[in-house]
């Protein structure tokens, strides 16, 4: 069984045709997906994806740092009452009281967060201090965190080794740098490196630097799903499904099979995400 960490799959780029692309992804063998937040709107239709697929989908909660505003403490602070199980915000949703599925509980971990300075730094020392609020959240409620970064890396870098001792845990999402990166991140021992589509790009660097410097057991994969759709997909909406020629690929890189390579991806998740 595959196990997609990373996926979007409750936005509305698959409204239309969501229960398809859930059978689509069954039928490639991914039997389990993680379903990040991104910002306090979309809590409602991530629950709603978890409560359609309760064996199936898991859901996250944090603040993308691409959303991030100035008003990013009251945004948190609605969250982590919503994350805690006290009464929500209204403007979270007004659909979330219909759901069945717990609050608190629910959550198997805090993502996507982190830092992207990449197209605009107007919100720099807001992404900072989210980032911050919410690495201790997965510290002090001992969960694992899905990290985004981009064009952001020594930023991260200086404020994960402030959290160096909370023994934290989690996936550094969509990683595609360079072996100094990853031996870096992987000094993090509670971490894994998030591999999705960006790896079977023709000029993509991160094969030679998976088979340097970053084990099987250091990986998990992942979709990114709608974005960074996999040869031969590339340029079209990504889907979980998808994920089998990121695993083909990582089987060529590590000199093994796609079976062996799901096998153990699966086992990383789930040594991050025990009660998968």
Known sequence: MIIDTHTHIYTE??????????????????GIMLLPNINAESIAPLLDTCHKWPDVCYPLIGLHPED?????????????????????DATLS?????????LADSFIGIGE????????????????RAFEQQLGWAATYHLPVVIHQ??????????MEQFRDEALTGIFHCFGGTVEEA????????????????????????????????PLSRIVVETDAPYLAPVPHRGQRNEP?????TVHRLADIYSTTPEAVAEQTAANARTLFPTL
């Open 68 to 88: 991030v505003r100035e008003n990013y403490a009251e945004v948190l602070e609605k969250m982590k009452k919503f994350f805690l199980g006290q009464q929500a």
């Open 150 to 159: 981009r064009a952001a890396f020594d930023e991260l870098y200086i404020l």
């Open 113 to 128: 967060v982190g830092l992207d300075f990449y197209w605009d730094t107007t919100y720099k020392a807001e992404q900072l």
């Open 13 to 30: 780029e698959f409204d239309a045709d969501r229960a398809d692309v859930v059978a689509r992804a069954l039928e490639a063998g991914v």
């Open 241 to 245: 499904s998808f994920i089998i020629d």
């Open 183 to 214: 031996e870096k991140l992987l000094s993090f021992p509670g971490f894994m490196l998030g591999i999705g589509g960006t790896v079977t790009y023709k000029k993509s660097t991160l094969p030679n630097v998976l088979r340097q410097s970053v």
């Open 94 to 102: 007004q659909r979330v009281d219909s759901l069945t599925c717990g």
